[in-house]
């Protein structure tokens, strides 16, 4: 099943989107810039390439229905199959085929499965392109990739990120 959160500014892509087969949603951004309370408001238009609109890809996590979402922006290229991501979260870590996914997933600081949580309720990628200093970062430091997301769903969690925006705790990098 593909989804699309489609903001009211971009109804005109909602014809395309359905002929091919996508099951469209039409969202406003989660919250009002206004509402947010701290340094972020003055940064929170000009997240990425699409301002605050960036922040639909949370609706991810409120497509409860499904045991896990993978969230592609539409400048996203998938290159290898998702299985082990899957597997690894949906599949008790008892099992052999959990376990092979675990070791195949190539994860930053892991050497093994084992220090893998046993739930998994989210995988990213780091973002290297956004590094303002080569070099000067460690790795812990660099930035998530929001194009590609793959989470368990859950409204808490959306909650929960919607909170943390709006208390607007923002550093500049």
Not at 156 to 163: G, M, N, P, S, T
Request: glycine share 6%; with cysteine.
């Amino acid at each position: 099943q593909m989804v699309a959160f489609v903001h009211p500014d971009g109804m005109d892509c909602i014809g395309l989107l359905t002929t091919l087969n996508y099951t469209v949603h039409i969202k406003s951004v989660p919250f009002a810039i206004a509402d947010i309370r701290g340094a972020y408001r003055n940064w929170a238009n000009r997240t990425g390439c699409c301002g605050e609109k960036e922040w639909l890809k949370l609706y991810a996590y409120t497509l409860t229905q499904y045991p896990v979402v993978v969230h592609l922006d539409l400048d996203c290229l998938v290159l290898k199959p998702l299985d082990d991501l899957f597997d690894a979260m949906l599949l008790s870590t008892t099992t052999a085929t959990a376990t092979a996914a675990r070791n195949r997933i190539p994860a930053m600081w892991s050497t093994n499965s084992t220090e893998l949580p046993d739930r998994i309720d989210a995988f990213f990628t780091r973002d290297y392109g956004m590094i303002q200093m080569p070099g000067r970062r460690q790795p812990h430091q660099i930035g998530v990739q929001g194009g590609f997301l793959v989470v368990r769903p859950n409204q808490q969690v959306f909650d929960e990120y919607l909170d943390i925006i709006l208390e607007g705790n923002y550093t500049e990098a």
